[in-house]
């Protein structure tokens, strides 16, 4: 999990040294997946097997590489809709375990 890449050097290191300490299958998580061009190629030969990120910002396809985009429009309305009541938004962020 990272809040942003832009270049994978990170979660690419990351995933490979999970597989040589035994994981079977690798997904990262980022809030926004500003991917520059050398990210590219660092993802088609990692070890990750999905990398799962919102639409926060822009998100340029990797071709050979399984990537999920999740939509914030929903959460940023509800956020901007509660700040225009004068209600918590901080409240949009628990989770009950």
Known sequence: M???TETAGTLTSAAELL????????YAGVSH???????IPRLQKSKIEELITTNSTPVRPVEGF????LCVSELLG????????DESVSSLFKIDT
């Open 19 to 26: 597989k040589k300490r035994g994981a079977k299958k690798i």
């Open 33 to 39: 997946a500003v991917l520059v061009d050398v990210a």
């Open 66 to 69: 399984k990537t999920t985009v």
């Open 2 to 4: 990272d809040d942003l």
């Open 78 to 85: 509800e956020g901007m809709k509660r700040i225009h009541n």
